[in-house]
């Protein structure tokens, strides 16, 4: 996805594979969706990803876009560029969810 990130985990001996745990793995998909929204979202699986971290479904950013839920479907597989104003509001709903859901709930009724 275009970010790094360090991590800990196990490696086994027998086959090489590293093993990291549970809570450690929530700990690194956090820090890679804030690297991606501070670097600025640029793909529809970054744009996924974050989303879904953010604990919003598809159906929801669409309302909160003024979109078609299948809009967001491809800006997800990359079929439709992303907006740069959609990429810029999930990662202040990922950074700032309370705020950010009120600013564009306020937005939209106008």
């Known amino acids: 996805m275009g970010v790094e990130i360090e ?5 086994c001996r027998a086959c090489g594979e590293i093993l990291i745990e549970l809570t450690e793995r929530g700990r690194q998909e956090r820090l890679a969706a804030e690297r991606l929204v501070a670097r600025g979202i640029r ?5 996924k990803f974050v ?3 953010a604990g919003l479904r598809a159906n929801e950013v669409a309302d909160m876009f003024g979109v078609r839920k299948e809009t967001v ?4 597989r990359g079929e439709v560029e992303i907006p740069r104003t959609a990429a810029y509001a999930l990662g202040a709903l990922f950074e700032h969810p309370k705020l950010a859901r009120q600013r564009l709930e306020a ?3 106008r």
């Not at 991590?7 to 490696?11: A, D, L, T």
């Not at 793909?43 to 744009?47: D, I």
């Not at 479907?73 to 997800?76: G, H, K, M, Q």
Request: net charge positive.
């Open 107 to 109: 937005f939209a009724q």
């Open 73 to 76: 479907s491809r800006w997800e």
């Open 51 to 53: 989303r879904k971290l």
């Open 43 to 47: 793909s529809g699986v970054e744009f």
């Open 7 to 11: 991590g800990s985990g196990q490696r």
